[in-house]
C-alpha cells in the first residue's frame, strides 16, 4: 500500500510539473491522470487521492514557475567565473559557460578571445536571446540552454581574465581521469571518453552517424551498466573483509561520487541514484518495488530540475529502466535457462528498451533504426568488456606498463565495435525517417505494453500483439498524413526551401545553402517522415536556392531533378538522379496537384529574370512561386499569370521585384516572403508597401518561422513554426476547383509530361 502510495504521488508530481511546462498538453496529461485514478482508487482513500491532486498542483506550479523565469542581467561589465571548458565554434569564436557574480545566472559567453574553465573573467558585450527552432526537426538552441539553466547568450566585445582558481574535487577527479586515457589513440581515445566520462565532444561526424544508425547510440550513455560495474566491483572487493552493509554503502557512496564526477548526465544520475535507493531498501530489509523506485528517482530529478522533463536523455533513460524492467522478463522467458541465458538476457534488455523508447525516439530524433536489433545481437555480448576495460584504463592508464596494457586491450575490444557499427549504417535504409507519433497513439501504445506480461494470449499472442504494436506507432503517424494536401515554407534564411506534399507525393522546391541543408532541410523531411522525394525543382543554380542539392542527393532518394536556367552547373553538382530541362509551360500533373512552370528563355536576360517560376496547384490551393524573378522577368509574365491565392514574393523582398502590375495580375490573399538577417535590406520596405496595397496579408519567414498551408476541402489552413510547434495563424475559404486526378507510375521513365507551350 506504501509504495503504491509513493507511486501514485510521484506520477502526480511529474505530470503536474508536464502541464506546468506546456499547458497546451492538457488533453492528454488529463486522459493519462484519469487512468492513473482509475488504476490507483481501489487501493487509496480519499484522503490519498486528495493528496495526490495537491502534489500534481505543486509540480504544475513548479513547472510554470521554471519555464517562464527570466534573469535581468543588466549592464555590462560582467564579472564571472567559466565553469566549463571552452570550445571553439565552427566560425572560429569561443565559447562555454560563465557564472555571472552577483546575479548567479548562467551565461553562454561567445567570444573572439579565449579564456580557460575556472578563471574569473571581467568582459562586456551584447545580450541576445538564444536561436529558437524556425522548422520542425531543427535544433532548438534556446530549448537545449533553457535545460542546461543558461539564462541567456553574451557576444562579448572583449574578455579579460581577473582570476584563477583551484580545481574543485570533482574537477581534478575528471581530469585524472580525462589525462589517463590520452595512453589511447584516435578515435579510441574518443570513444573511451563518452563511455567514461559522458563526453561525446571527441567523436567524430561520423563516429556519431555510424552509431546512431546503427540503433547502438545507447551503448555510449553513461547509465545502469556503467553504475552496476562500479558499484558492483565496490561490493565485491568488500563484501568479504567487512561484510554486507558497509560493502554496500561503500559501493553507494562511490557510485553517486562517480555521478557526480560526470556532472549534468540525467542517465547517469538514474542509475545512481537508483542503486542508491536499491542498496539503502536492501540494508532495510525492504523488498524492491521497481515501479516505485524508478518513478521516485524520476520525480526527485524533475523537482530539482524541471526543464529535464522535456530532455531526449531524461526521456530515454527512465523509459528503457522501466521498459528493461517490465517487458525483457516476458521477452527473455522462453530462452530461459538455455546455454546462453546470459547473453539472452542482455540482448531481450536491449530489445525491451528499444521497444520502450521507439515512439521517443521518433519524436526526437525523427528516425528509427531498422537495424537496431541487429547490431544489439552482434555487439550486446561484447558491451560489457568493453565498459569494464574502458573504466580500468580510465583508472590505470597513467601508470607506464598498466596503463599501456589496459588501453591496448580496449582498444583491441574496440574495433569490431567500429567495424560493425560502420558495416550496419552502411546497409540500405540503416534509418527510416518517421513521423513522430501523436498523443492519442502514444497512450494506447504504452497501455498496450503495460500490460502485456498479463495477457491471457499465449506466448505467440503476446509477440503478435507486441510487433502489432510497434508497426502501428511506426507506421500509422504516417499515414494519417497520406491524403494531405500541404505547402510549407521553410525558414531558411535569405534563401528558398519549399516542401509541397500532395499525398503520398513529396517535392521540394529549392535546396538552400549548403549548412542550412544540413541543419535545417534535411532534419526537416526526416521529421516529416520523408525517405524519397519523387521531384526536386531548382529554380536557378544560385547558391541560396541550389547549394543544399549535392547533400540533399547524398542523403535522400530522389526521383528526378528538374532545373531552371544554367542547367550546366546543376549537372557538374554530379546528381544521382536524372536531370530534366525546364522549358516554358512544362506541365506536371499528379492526383490532387498540379505545377506548371512559368518561365523567360531570353539568354539576354539575367539569371534571376530566367528563373524558372511556377503555378502550383495543390488541392484546391493556387500557389505562385516568383523564384528570382526581377520586374524584367515579371513584365513578360505577366500575359501568362493567372490569379492566384498566394504569391510566394520573388527574390526575398528585394526592390527590384513585386512591381504593382505583378501584384494586380496575382491578387494573392496571401504573400510569403523567406527572408533572413542580410546586408541587402531585404524586404525593402518600398515592397511591403506594395503589398499591403494589393490587399494580401505578408507572412515573413524570419517573423513566424516556417509557414504550412494546410488544404482541408474548401479551407486553407495556415500555420506558423513558433516555440516549438505549429501554431495557427488563420483559415482562409478557397474559390478554387480541384484539379483531375491523373496517377503518374514514377518508376517510368518520362513522366513529365507535358504540353510545351511557346
Known sequence: MARRTLLCLSLSFILGTALGIAPWSMLPIGITSLILIWIAHKDHSAPILALCLLVFLLGAWRGHVASNSSVDLGQGPWRGRAIAAVEITSSGQFKGK???????????????????????????????DPLRAKNPGE??????????????????????TVARYRLGTMDRVRMFLSDSLRVLAEPQRALAHALVLGDRRLLTGAMRDNWRKAGASHLLAVSGLHVSIVGGAVFFLMRRRFGMQPASLAATVVVVFYALTIGHSLSAWRAALTFALVSLAALALRRQHWPTTIAFVAAMLVAYAPLSLTDPGFQLSFVAAAGIMHLSPTLARPLRGSLLGGVVSLFCASLAAQIATLPIVAIHFSAVPLYGLLSSLLLIPLAPMLLVLSLLTALLGSLPWAGIAVGGLFSLVTLPFQYITSLVAALPGS?????????????PYYVTLLALPKLGVGRAGRYATLLAAVT???IAPGLLQRN??????????????????????????????????QRTVLPYLASQGVNRLQLVFITHSHSDHAGGLPSLLRETKVGQVITGPDQDEVRRMNPG???????????????GYSIRLLMN???????????????????TLRVIMAADLEREGEALLLSHIPPADVLKVAHHGSSSSSTQDFLAAVSPALAVISVGPNRYGHPAPAVLQRLESSGARVLRTDEVGAVRMVVRRQRLLVY?????????????????????????NWELPGFVAASQVA
Open 484 to 517: 494531405e494536401h500541404s505547402i510549407t515554407f521553410l525558414s531558411v534564411g535569405n534563401a528558398d526551401a519549399i516542401h509541397i506534399r500532395a499525398g503520398s507525393v513529396h517535392m521540394l522546391v529549392d535546396t538552400a545553402e549548403e549548412v542550412t541543408m
Open 601 to 619: 528563355e531570353h539568354e539576354g536576360m539575367s539569371l534571376n529574370n530566367r528563373s524558372a517560376a511556377m503555378l502550383v496547384t495543390c488541392g
Open 472 to 474: 502501428l506507432v511506426v
Open 98 to 128: 560563465v557564472r555571472v557574480e552577483g546575479s548567479g545566472a548562467v551565461v553562454m559567453l561567445y567570444s573572439r578571445n579565449q579564456w580557460n574553465q575556472h578563471e574569473g573573467i571581467s568582459f562586456t558585450g551584447t545580450v541576445a
Open 431 to 443: 534509418t527510416l525517417n518517421t513521423v513522430a507519433a501523436p498523443w492519442f497513439l502514444l497512450l
Open 139 to 160: 535544433l532548438d538552441y534556446q530549448a537545449v540552454l533553457e535545460r542546461q539553466g543558461v539564462a541567456a547568450v553574451v557576444f562579448a566585445d572583449s574578455v579579460e
Open 720 to 744: 506558423g513554426f513558433a516555440r516549438g510547434r505549429f501554431e495557427l495563424l488563420g483559415k482562409y475559404a478557397l474559390p478554387g476547383r480541384r484539379v483531375n486526378g491523373v496517377v503518374i
Open 577 to 591: 538522379a536524372p536531370v530534366i530541362t525546364a522549358r516554358t509551360g512544362m506541365h506536371i500533373q499528379g492526383r
